[in-house]
């Protein structure tokens, strides 16, 4: 008797020929080769997120600065510190980021950029532009503290 997971493995490839094939490729393993388009958009999830956090560390930074002077200057020695400064550039580049490719949804949204080099090439003007603001922001930014 043949083993069921066999027959949910048949599969027809584009002429037609039945081939063995997993049903979902796990997507670390060998079956799976990573595209650009599929690490973007796990990166814009991601992204989401840690803008999300972000603005709470923002909001946070807001209420110390209105309660009272000794609760800002605690907020802003954490900020100022190496862990603070680190948490700022991810954030900055999450924020940017996460700008540029909802830009790039929004174009998709109104059926432009479909074909697949334009894919590619919106994906890495995101990921180009993110760098360039980024690095732009914090260098004007370290310049004037």
Known sequence: MPDVRDALMVAKNTEGRL???PLSPFMLGSAYRFQLTSSLSI?????????????IVLTWWLVA?????????TV???????????????????????????????AWDGGIGFDLPEVHRSGWAVVI?????????WAIGLTVL
């Open 19 to 21: 081939v063995r094939r």
């Open 43 to 55: 990166l814009n999830r991601i992204t989401g997120v840690a803008v999300s956090v972000g603005t």
């Open 65 to 73: 600065a209105a309660t009272s002077p000794a609760a800002y200057d």
């Open 76 to 106: 802003s020695g954490f900020l100022r510190s190496w862990i603070g400064l680190l948490l700022l550039f991810g954030w900055s580049a999450s924020l940017f980021y996460h700008l540029l490719n909802g830009i790039r949804h929004l």
């Open 129 to 137: 532009g993110t760098v360039v603001l980024t690095v732009l922001v």
